[in-house]
Every structure is written in C-alpha cells, then in structure tokens.
C-alpha cells in the first residue's frame, strides 16, 4: 500500500498531537502519586495544629496519666473527639506514651497496652504519620474496622503549652472515601487547566506552524517553476550545444578527410615526377660516364635526395592509406626466411656505409607464415635499417626466429643507442622521432607502419629496450600450417 505523503503542516498536527497526548498520559500518571503525597502531608499537619489546639482547651495533661474511667473524663474525651472535626471518623485511640490506651470510642481497647510500633515511637519523637492502611483481621482490629477494608490512619502526638513533652497520642481512622474524593476533584482541576493549557499552547503552535507552512509552500512553488524553466532552458542549451558540436565536428571530418585526400593526391602525384627523376639520372648515368666520373659527389647527392624523397612519399602514400582504410594486403602463406633475405639485399648498401654488420640467424628452413610477402619484408626493411641507424660504428645486428606454438616470433636485435623509459610509450606513435635521433635521417613514420601491417597479418609487436645498450624489436606470425589456408586480401 503507498502512504499518500502528508504535507508539512499536517505532518506537524498529527505529529503534534501523538506528542501531546503521550505528554497527557505521562503527566497524570505522575499527578495521582504527587496528589496523594500532598494531600496526606495536607493532613499531618491539619492534625497536629488542630487536635493539639483542641486538646489545649478540652483535655488537660492529667487526662492522660491514667485509662479513662469515669463518666466526667469519657464526656471530656468525647467532646475532644467530637470537636476534632476528622472527615468520616470511625474509630479513635488515645494513647499514653507507654503505649496503654487512655481513651478509645471502642470501650474494650481502653486499659489496653500495646507494644509501641513504628508510628507510636515516631509520634514520641514528635513527628507525625498519616498514611492509608489495608486492614488485617488481627486480634486487635474490631470487625466493625475490618468492615472499612481500609482506612486513612493518623498519629497525632499531644503536647501541653511550650513544653516539647509529649504526654499522648492520637490516633484516627477516617474513611479513604473522603480523601479520595479531595484527591480526584484535584486531579480534576489539574487535569482541566493541563489540557487547557496545553491546548492554547497547540493552537498557537499550529498557527505559527500554518503560516510558516504556508510561506514555505509558495516559496517551493516559486523554486519549482523557476527550477523548470532552468532545465528547460539548460536543454535547450545543451541541444544547440550538442548540434553545434556535431556539425563543428562534421566540419573537422570535413576537413581531415579534404587534408588526407590532399596529402593522399599530392603524394601520388608527386611519386611520377621523382620516379622519372630517378630514370633520368640512371640513363644519364649510364650515357655519360665520364660526367659520373667528374661529377661523382653531385651524382651521390642526386640520388639519395630522390631515394629519401621517394621513400618519404611512399611512407605517406601508407598512412594515407592506413588511415582512410584502403590498404590491401594479400595474405597468404609466405617464406619468412625469403623476405628477410630480400630486405638484407635492400638495406646491404645502407648497412655498408654506416658499418654496421649484419648476422642473419635465421635457418633457411624455417616454416612458413601467414601475411603478405611484400609487406614483410618491408617491415624487416625498417626494422634492419632502424636497428643500423641507431647503432654505432661497427655495431652487430642480429636477425632471429624462433617457433612458439602457433607462431614464429621473429627478432631483430641491436646494440645502439636504445630508448629512455619515458620515450617507451611514443615509439610506436606517427611522426614522433627520438631528440637523439634528430641527426638521423628519417620520417618518424617508420615503426607507425610496421605495427599497422603486423597487426594487419594478424600478428603483434613488441620491444625490449635499454638506453645506451641496445634494443630488441620482436613481432609474431601465424605459422602457415597452423592458420586457415583461404588466400585472402586483407582490407582495412
Ligand atoms: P624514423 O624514420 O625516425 O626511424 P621510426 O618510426 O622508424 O622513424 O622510429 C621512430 C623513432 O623511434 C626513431 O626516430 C628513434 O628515435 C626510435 N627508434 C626506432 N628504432 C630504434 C632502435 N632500434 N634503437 C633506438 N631507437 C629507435
């Protein structure tokens, strides 16, 4: 069942009356006690004033030396009785303080003596007791008492003048009756101005609380409509926000793909003029000896020019392609052991010049793989001619294989200049090129290539690598006869 949610001011009634009449109950259970306490010190103190004042003036302190036997000392006792004016008295005791009984209405009690109780010595001292009493049918309780149940008892000591000598004790039985009466018509009044009182003090409250609830109200009103109209216009603002962010980020694809469509033409276009430069300066060459002869270092400078140029173009002409997903690799299962020795032909001239010496330990048998023959050995290219590049003089590079599983893992391991741990994370980045490897030639665009085609043949590259003692370039390949045999052309 769903409790309906109360608003602020009725919570506050329901929970204000819960609270004030628990307060209710708790205070008139402590006033019965509290009123009983009061009302019977109310009447110890009403009674010693009053009998001793009665007793001052009917009895005398002779009265009490012997048990009443004569009909003058009865009447005076009588009158005393009479004149002490106790509400529904029904028996009366006169003691002497040894404890025999003076006087008493009950005739068969006088001469009496009893054993001085805790209420006798106390009156002795002075003191007086009023309590109520739940009779017990002992040998000195008449039937007419019992017939009473109970009885409000007081003990009242009797002294003479200014003399503090307490020469008797009165003791009454009243019916409870009487001051039962006088305690509930106090707890009436108690009661009446109580619930009074805390009545007035609920209806202010509940005014106080009304209008407080009332301002809170209209101001929540207030926030509410201002608080929707902010979320409103916060989406409005988030959808033009939103639609200017996607046509500003259309506009970048826009753009991106118009600069690689440039960078993509621009190289092509590029790769004719330099390839015809290359043909000319073979045919010049091979036409005019002489002029090679004489010219030999602007020869040199010719050809590397238009090598570095055409290798930059073609590195270009890959990312191009790379990047817009158009680069087509025939998979199929290839001699690893043939590309490398491809490439070792390619880089030889290279490797020669920077001294570099090369130790291909890779056995000519070695099983076959998955990729695309002519990308290996590109990538063995770039890695031979990194591992040269950033070695020193008469440094030795090691090629390597080995069969883990279902793959050969291929090695190419140097003793050059390594890499930082800080730089570690940027190898594999496009453009990005080591500070130390600023006086090298080179595109940055190199290892961004490699990775690309290894991931291609679905392989994977790492490296281990060591400032000032070398690096360790590794990638995988699916083993021919452990892949799926379908030739294939992977597109990205
Ligand atoms: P680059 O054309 O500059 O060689 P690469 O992408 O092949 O471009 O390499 C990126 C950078 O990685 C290099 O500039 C160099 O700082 C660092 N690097 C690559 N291979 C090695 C290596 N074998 N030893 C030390 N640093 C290397």
Redesign the pocket.
Known sequence: MKIPRLNFFLQFILLGTAVFILLGIFLSTLIAPALNTFILDQRELNSVVFANRVAAEILKPEDFTQPVSDKEGTTRFERFTLNLQVPGMFRIKVYRPDGTIVYSDEKRLIGVKFPLNEELKRALELKTTAEITEFKADKSRHEYELSFIRGLEVYTPITFGNSVEVVGIVETYSRVGFIEQQIDELKTLFTQRVVFSLLVMFSVLSLIVWRASRTVNKQRQELLKYASGLAAMVDTRTRELKDTTQREVEKAKELLKLKDQFVFVAAHELRTPLNAIKWGLSVLESNNPEMVVKDKDLFTILRKSNERLLFLVK?ILDVARIEGGTLKLKIESISAAEAISDALIEVESEVDQLQIIIDNKVPGNIPSVRGDVLRLKEIFV??L???A???KVGGIVVVSAEVKDENIVFH?I?T????STD?KK?????????????Y???????????KQLVQFMSGEIW?E?EKGK??T?SFSLKRADSAAKDEEIHET
């Open positions: 590195d770039n890695l001619t990194n591992a590049k950033y070695s190419v140097d050059g200049i390594g890499i730089q940027h190898i594999f980045e496009k453009f990005w090129r080591s500070p130390e490897a600023q090298t030639e080179g595109t940055g665009l190199g290892l961004f290539i490699v490296f690598s070398g690096t370039f």
